[in-house]
């Protein structure tokens, strides 16, 4: 009996996929990537913030505002960068970094399906995409293209009711 119970659930697990529902930042922004892909090829180094803002169809505020240390990163590239490891000419060493102000735009939309892989398997399926842009402007002034990162999901993952039930979560439940 067990037998056909675990045949007939491993059957239904690629066939009977369960919504998941999706994983979202800032979807209401924008219709598709397409869309924001071409709104940041519009945007030229030398552009004012308001330009930048009003191609973007965005304000400052619903952008996050990066510090000191995360527009280095982007720049420089982190901290193992030739520029700053001093094995490469520092293209940006004349820059008064208190004159940067950065912004990142970041745009998720990865729909979710979880199935059984294995009577004790659990399996989701991700698909969709995640973008993340830097903008860096110097003195009001975009100082270079954006820095585009991400693109497109297409994933599987898959999990034991083990991963769920560990000895933590076990201690935990019995209150010890």
Same mark, same amino acid.
């Given at each position: 009996? @067990?037998?056909?119970?675990?045949?007939?659930?491993?059957?239904?697990?690629?066939? @009977?996929?369960?919504?998941?529902? &999706?994983?979202? %930042?800032?979807?209401?922004? #924008?219709?598709?990537?397409? +869309?924001?892909?071409?709104? !940041?090829?519009?945007?030229?180094?030398?552009?004012? +913030?308001?330009? =930048?803002?009003?191609?973007?169809? $965005?304000?400052?505020?619903?952008?996050?505002?990066?510090?000191?240390?995360?527009?280095?990163?982007?720049?420089?590239?982190?901290?193992?960068?030739? #520029?700053?490891?001093?094995?490469?000419?520092?293209?940006? &060493?004349?820059?008064?970094?208190?004159?940067?102000?950065? #912004? +990142?735009?970041? #745009? $998720?939309?990865?729909?979710?399906?979880?199935?059984?892989?294995?009577?004790?398997?659990? $399996?989701?399926? +991700? =698909?969709?995409?995640?973008?993340?842009?830097? @903008?860096?402007?110097?003195?009001? %002034?975009?100082?270079?293209?954006?820095?585009?990162?991400?693109?497109?999901?297409?994933?599987? &993952?898959? $999990?034991? =009711?083990?991963?769920? !039930?560990?000895?933590?979560?076990?201690? &935990?439940?019995?209150?010890?």
């Amino acid at each position: 009996m @067990l037998c056909f119970a675990t045949i007939g659930l491993s059957s239904c697990s690629g066939v @009977l996929p369960v919504p998941g529902g &999706k994983s979202t %930042i800032n979807d209401s922004f #924008y219709e598709s990537n397409t +869309e924001l892909k071409a709104k !940041l090829e519009d945007l030229k180094a030398g552009m004012t +913030e308001k330009v =930048v803002f009003a191609k973007l169809e $965005r304000h400052k505020d619903e952008l996050l505002k990066l510090n000191r240390q995360s527009i280095i990163a982007a720049m420089y590239g982190g901290q193992n960068s030739p #520029y700053t490891l001093g094995s490469a000419i520092n293209p940006y &060493k004349d820059i008064n970094i208190k004159s940067l102000t950065g #912004y +990142e735009l970041k #745009y $998720r939309i990865v729909k979710l399906k979880h199935g059984l892989k294995s009577p004790i398997s659990i $399996r989701t399926d +991700e =698909v969709g995409f995640d973008y993340s842009a830097t @903008l860096i402007f110097k003195d009001g %002034i975009l100082f270079e293209e954006p820095i585009i990162a991400g693109g497109m999901i297409d994933n599987s &993952k898959s $999990r034991t =009711v083990f991963d769920y !039930l560990n000895p933590g979560m076990i201690m &935990k439940g019995a209150g010890l």
